[in-house]
């Protein structure tokens, strides 16, 4: 069974930084790309950093050079480095292994709250 679990969220202000973290199990972690997502209030959920097996790294426009995604493969673990944090960076935070489900829905965990404050 799969199992997602974001951690690291927080009300900071504007400019701030912070470290997301996601342990994953039920995968075989280290041969998958994993990805870190969000979902602001009223918005519909969007991939926002993606890193494959080999450490190549992928982020949206509205995120690149303040964003780091990282992997520890021994701990099945993925982290977003936030800095230079924003307003518009509120949301709830998502980490996942696109490409994994198939044909079926992806299993979401909880996630985890960031909120910028200006």
């Known amino acids: 069974q799969v199992q997602l679990v974001e951690s690291g969220g927080a009300l900071v202000q504007a400019g701030g930084s912070l470290r997301l973290s996601c342990v994953a199990s039920?995968?075989?972690?280290?041969?998958?790309?994993m990805a870190w997502y969000r979902q602001a209030p009223g918005k519909q959920r969007e991939l926002i950093a993606s890193?494959?097996?080999?450490?190549?790294?992928n982020y949206v426009d509205s995120v690149k050079g303040r964003f780091t995604i990282s992997r520890d493969d021994a701990k099945n673990t993925v982290y977003l480095q936030m800095n230079g944090l924003k307003p518009e960076d509120t949301a709830v935070y998502y980490c996942?292994?696109?490409?994994?489900?198939?044909?079926?829905?992806?299993?979401w965990g909880q996630g985890t709250q960031v909120t910028i404050s200006s």
């Open positions: 890193i494959s097996t080999g450490g190549s790294t």
């Open positions: 039920g995968i075989t972690f280290s041969t998958r790309v």
């Open positions: 996942n292994a696109p490409g994994y489900w198939g044909p079926f829905d992806p299993y």
